[in-house]
């Protein structure tokens, strides 16, 4: 049924499972993978997001679920937790691009765009709702009926909006197109087919929402109170409202950007020739006009309308093909490689990889590690938060804490999230919240990046550092170049070594770690 272009994209977006091996943000599994652990084997965190019910379990459902059978066959390992759900993805992300190809008529530019695409690359296996998001919206577009009354797509479409409401922006022009050339009268249209598949698909995902919640949830209802309404994304940072057409769009596009322009340009100046581009152009643009509206900006937001953008870019490449030299060919292709080859290799192999390279080293430790009071490890991640995934990839029910920065859901006057407190008096927080007595009540192990050292050093000095991490070339703010782990003192096996290099033990002494944390951190 499917040729070779459907293997090569297969071949693509598993190698990327593989060759992807940073961070990008933490929805990739806070949204995803640590819910999917939590429903699996009873344990792990749920952010804020879940217990406000404003997003869908649907996602994370079906990894729980292959968590499960992982399980029950024995196999429910670190490597194959973290790995076999990003196959997943890719699988899904590859079969979505095979609907793209055929969508674009199979031309060997819209297979080279796709494939070439840093930011799909970079992004097609990751478990995040947004990749799942704008499969769907390939699979959709491709049985879209430019030139027929097929209403196949809106299945996709529907399931997309009840895992991300707002993946309806790209399709309010769509539809209404869709709903305006058709011979079928408007109301029936409505209530027969959009009216239809859009409450049995909800009625599917709303079941499986108020079950994993308890009750009975509309998690789109609710997605929308708390951002749109509550404009709670604005705590998580802002930018200001052009900050998609100078940043957004070009980086998502990359090189691709330079062509797209041109395509736009065309299909603006002859939209009644190309009317199928002019169509989509203003999905895009009213796609980026409403984001633009909303003060929390993020690149991931922009996925949905980047095959929009390649199918513009294939066609006007197809056309341009005709007329320009093989020359001018090969150069416009070896350059499109180059670019987005080189921000494909740095951002998915080397920039930002620091904070999920810690994580196979952590879960060794939490596995095998006991104190000297034979107690299991107690990890401290004194880091911004979320900054990287948590029992999904460690697998182990030992203590594992981090700075928490849920937004101001009480409207508290002078809010500051415990993040916030941390990093305005690091030791002044340390003193406050971490217990003095038993010393084995600390942390066992510290995680945090290297620019946070010289601010805690009084408190590290009862802890040795076992491990780092390279994460970036451009460290910013609260996050540093390396990843750190400390660990806390074995104070016998201090002592002991310090007895076993001392030539007179009776002049020398081995000071008590928690004598020199009582003098040192007790307020």
Not at 15 to 39: C, G, M, N
Not at 420 to 436: E, G, H
Not at 444 to 463: A, M, N, R
Request: charged share 15%; with cysteine; net charge neutral.
């Amino acid at each position: 049924m499917w040729n070779r272009t459907f293997w090569l994209f297969v071949a693509v977006r598993v190698a990327s499972v593989f060759l992807v091996a940073s961070w990008f943000v933490p929805d990739e599994y806070w949204q995803s993978l640590e819910v999917a652990h939590r429903l699996a084997f009873g344990y792990g965190h749920m952010t804020w997001e879940w217990t406000a019910g404003i997003r869908s379990y649907v996602y994370p459902a079906v990894f729980a679920g292959l968590y499960k059978l992982l399980a029950l066959a024995g196999l429910d390992s670190v490597e194959l937790l973290t790995l076999v759900p990003r196959v997943l993805q890719a699988c899904l992300s590859a079969y979505a691009d095979y609907r793209f190809h055929v969508w674009c008529n199979r031309t060997k530019w819209s297979t080279f765009l796709l494939v070439s695409s840093w930011c799909w690359f970079y992004v097609g296996s990751r478990t995040l709702a947004n990749t799942l998001e704008t499969s769907l919206t390939m699979i959709a577009l491709s049985y879209f009926p430019w030139t027929s009354e097929c209403t196949r797509f809106l299945w996709p479409v529907a399931l997309s909006f009840y895992v991300r409401p707002t993946s309806v922006l790209p399709w309010v022009p769509l539809c209404l197109y869709h709903i305006k050339k058709s011979s079928h009268p408007t109301w029936e249209l409505l209530l027969k087919r959009y009216l239809l598949i859009g409450l049995l698909t909800g009625a599917v995902c709303v079941s499986v929402d108020s079950y994993f919640h308890g009750t009975v949830v509309f998690t789109f209802y609710e997605f929308l109170k708390y951002n749109v309404l509550k404009n709670v994304g604005s705590f998580y940072g802002e930018h200001p409202w052009y900050w998609y057409l100078y940043a957004g769009l070009p980086i998502v596009l990359g090189v691709c950007v330079l062509p797209f322009l041109l395509a736009s340009y065309e299909t603006v100046r002859h939209r009644k020739v190309y009317k199928e581009r002019a169509i989509l152009l203003l999905s895009v643009c009213f796609t980026v006009l409403v984001y633009s509206l909303l003060s929390h900006k993020e690149f991931r937001f922009l996925l949905p309308v980047l095959p929009m953008c390649l199918f513009i870019t294939a066609d006007y490449l197809v056309r341009w093909s005709r007329k320009a030299s093989s020359k001018m060919l090969w150069f416009t292709a070896l350059l499109i490689v180059a670019v987005n080859g080189l921000m494909a290799g740095y951002t998915g192999f080397v920039h930002q990889r620091g904070t999920l390279d810690v994580m196979p080293y952590l879960a060794t430790t939490a596995k095998d590690y006991r104190d000297e009071f034979n107690n299991p490890a107690k990890m401290f991640f004194l880091m911004p938060c979320h900054s990287t995934p948590l029992y999904s990839h460690v697998h182990q029910n030992v203590t594992m804490r981090f700075l928490h920065c849920e937004p101001n859901l009480t409207d508290a006057p002078n809010y500051l999230d415990e993040a916030d407190q941390f990093y305005a008096n690091p030791m002044s927080w340390i003193r406050k919240n971490l217990p003095v007595h038993p010393i084995s009540a600390l942390p066992s192990h510290v995680v945090t990046f290297d620019v946070l050292e010289p601010q805690i050093k009084d408190f590290l000095s009862i802890y040795k550092e076992t491990a780092s991490f390279f994460h970036t070339d451009y460290p910013v703010g609260r996050v540093g170049g390396y990843v750190k782990v400390y660990e806390r003192f074995d104070r016998n096996a201090a002592a002991t070594a310090s007895s076993s290099t001392t030539p007179n033990p009776t002049t020398t002494s081995v000071p008590s770690l928690e004598d020199e944390y009582d003098t040192e951190y007790n307020p």
